[in-house]
């Protein structure tokens, strides 16, 4: 595809309310290094027309690595008997959170994997405590969750949640989650959207059964959902998985999905994902230069960080709390950024509702 020609279909992407699913198609399969040059261009020039130039920071703390689901591409799947499994301590959580708002942090990332023993009260009480005691945004990640429990958290004054997909074909998603159901997370979805939280998704790309065709039915996903936030990421296996053995997904079509993600959502907050960075080389700059707008440093303390191995090569799992503050302002700065320090809320005009 010519130049001229990738430009009239990235204007024709753009300009849809709905893009064609075989135009997304057609732009996730460009391998020409000047085409692609086009297309992350245009949505670095979205980017900083919807978002501006600011990179907002999400800090993370991993606070338990128990789970009970056994997805055939994650590390805390279980199955897998040889990862040491914790649950961090409360003053251990707390005195994350203090180390994360001393670094300057608006936003904190409860995660963990679906930990069957995860006390919905016993959460809330954490919420309502960091919400009273740090001026913080509260985003959590802990997965399917009855009703109850996300109104539970919402009214103790969490303000996000995310809960990604991985992927919206239906049949990849059921055989690759067992025991899971495709309709049940997008009932949860739902709920969550319903009672007010800005909610977050996002996909994996290389997935073993995965098309093209399917990753552009996850744009038009995101697009028909307008999520708040959309975190996308390679594949990478962990030796402990059922994937174990399949080949990690590709940085290139990982960072066209990030790219056509942002020009059909325009104003959606993308992640430059960990996993971008977990590879042989750290591609979160790339991501940042194609669209992304925000950065996830990991202020899980030790020796608990290098546990969460949700996948392998995990990047910055060695560093001591707070070292990525100074990684990433460099990283902005190379690519003439800068860190916003901000809350960094959706930038969803129907929030002004709530």
Not at 102 to 121: F, I, N, R, W, Y
Not at 246 to 251: A, D, I, N, S, T
Request: charged share 25%.
């Amino acid at each position: 595809m010519s130049m001229f020609n990738q430009e009239a279909l990235l204007n024709k992407i753009y300009a849809a309310a709905l893009p064609e699913k075989n135009d997304l198609v057609q732009a996730l399969a460009v391998e020409d290094s000047d085409t692609l040059s086009v297309l992350y261009d245009y949505a670095d020039r979205i980017r900083q027309q919807f978002c501006g130039g600011g990179i907002l920071l999400r800090g993370i703390i991993e606070f338990s690595s128990f789970c009970d689901k056994s997805c055939f591409y994650c590390g805390l799947n279980k199955n897998n008997h040889r990862l040491s499994r914790y649950r961090m301590k409360d003053d251990e959580l707390f005195n994350s959170v203090r180390q994360l708002s001393d670094c300057q942090m608006k936003t904190v990332v409860l995660q963990s994997g679906e930990d069957p023993a995860l006390d919905a009260a016993w959460l809330a009480g954490i919420i309502r405590r960091v919400k009273k005691e740090f001026d913080l945004a509260v985003t959590l990640c802990v997965g399917e969750r009855k009703p109850d429990d996300y109104r539970m958290w919402k009214d103790a004054g969490a303000d996000r949640y995310l809960l990604k997909i991985e992927t919206t074909d239906e049949v990849l998603y059921n055989s690759i989650h067992p025991g899971m159901s495709f309709k049940q997370r997008l009932g949860c979805l739902e709920v969550l959207r319903k009672i007010g939280y800005q909610v977050g998704c996002g996909n994996i790309i290389g997935l073993p059964g995965q098309t093209l065709e399917s990753i552009a039915g996850d744009i038009l996903f995101f697009k028909q959902q307008d999520f708040d936030m959309i975190g996308i990421g390679p594949f990478i296996p962990h030796p402990e998985s059922k994937f174990h053995d399949q080949p990690k997904g590709q940085v290139q079509l990982t960072l066209k999905m990030l790219a056509l993600t942002r020009i059909v959502t325009r104003n959606a907050h993308l992640p430059a994902t960990t996993a971008l960075g977990s590879l042989k080389e750290d591609y979160r700059m790339q991501g940042l230069k194609c669209g992304a707008n925000v950065l996830m440093p990991n202020f899980t303390p030790q020796p608990y960080r290098p546990l969460y191995q949700i996948y392998p090569g995990k990047k910055c799992v060695d560093e001591p709390v707070g070292a990525c503050n100074f990684c990433m302002d460099q990283m902005a700065q190379d690519i003439n950024r800068f860190i916003d320090y901000a809350k960094g809320d959706s930038l969803k005009l129907r929030k002004a509702v709530f």
